[in-house]
């Protein structure tokens, strides 16, 4: 029971009923997704504590046609910053309002900000998901009945309904491999990269196929896709892998660190040590020596995201159930490449 001195509120309901206030929300608007036993505790929970839905209240909150809900699983990578900036931006455009949470890699802080989204009305989702349990997340979504994507990595193994976009890693790393092998690598690493989860094994696919068409051995040096781990694996390699190389990073802040690393201990990048990274942020141009990067246009990916949710929405034309944007190499000074006119004049 709730206290005197205040009116029970759907946050009440939700403690007493044993559910989740999006729960709640779809009881109160009738909606079909909620199971009828759900139904009549929620119901029975209302008479309980005495809660009295405010309908006109509650019309001006569901009222957001306009508005789209984005999840981002880590904003502090620039990889995930400049998709959700190109994304915002395109959908503003379009007259769509965005608001942004970052989950920072929490599944459980994802159910909430999911279900407050839910709850605040908005037209549809894209979720750059954590790894974790995830069902609830999704669960609360399929229940609202409202259009969501995944984008850049995926957790939900139903495509069919919520579709998944990425740019094409496979494609990335075989052709970052060969790059390697081309310039002169004999022995190649894959540096960076949580073990298990799926976006680790699509960026791993391609090096390691290749590698096992042309005979050779792979190393595989799993960690937190961060500069601090990168650093770190320079020394590792000088010290426990000294044929290596050529180096393949997960990610361009993994190659960041490893450049930082090579400096510390004295080792060339470029000629002792060729190394590649992997989302081309625009500080792998920037820094020196450059680094050569598998480029995913993340930019443009986040503008066809826009573009394919407001065509969803407006139109009713339900995305594939999985999209890939090509990738290119942007070959710099890391691998031994040339770095293009343009870099160096920003560079000085």
Known sequence: ??????????????????VSKSTVSLVLQNSPLVKEETRQQVRAAMQEIGYV?????????????????????????????????????????RGYAVVIANTDENSNLQT?????????????????????????????????????????????????????AAPDYVSGSRAATEHLLAGGARKIAFVGGLEGRGVTSERLSGYLSLLEEKGIEPIVLTG????????EMARTLAENYSDVDGVICFNDQVALGLLSGCAEIGRAVGTDLRI?????????????????????????????????????????????????????????????????????????
């Open 1 to 18: 029971m709730t206290g005197s001195d205040r009116r029970p509120t759907i946050i009440d309901v939700a403690r007493q009923s044993g």
């Open 53 to 93: 839905y405010n309908r006109s209240a509650a019309k001006l909150r569901a009222a957001n046609p306009d508005l789209i809900g984005l999840v981002i699983n880590d904003l502090r990578n620039p990889f995930f910053t400049e998709f959700a900036t190109s994304l915002q931006m395109a959908l503003s455009e």
């Open 112 to 164: 909430d900000v999911v279900g407050a989204m839910i709850e605040h009305g908005v037209a549809a989702l894209i979720i750059s998901p954590a790894y974790g349990e995830d069902l609830a997340t999704f669960e609360a979504i399929e229940r609202a009945g409202i259009p969501a994507m995944q984008v850049l990595r995926s957790v939900e193994t139903r495509t069919d309904v919520f579709p998944f």
């Open 224 to 231: 937190r896709s961060t500069r601090a781990f990168g650093r």
């Open 276 to 348: 590649v990274g992997f989302d081309d942020i625009e500080e792998a141009a920037q820094t020196w020596p450059t680094v050569t990067s598998v480029r995913c246009d993340i930019a443009g990916f986040g503008r066809t995201i826009a573009e394919t949710v407001v065509d969803w929405l407006e139109e009713g034309k339900v995305p594939p159930p999985e999209y890939r944007s090509g990738v290119s190499l942007m070959v710099r000074q890391s691998s031994g490449g040339t770095p293009a006119p343009e870099t160096l004049r920003n560079a000085i």
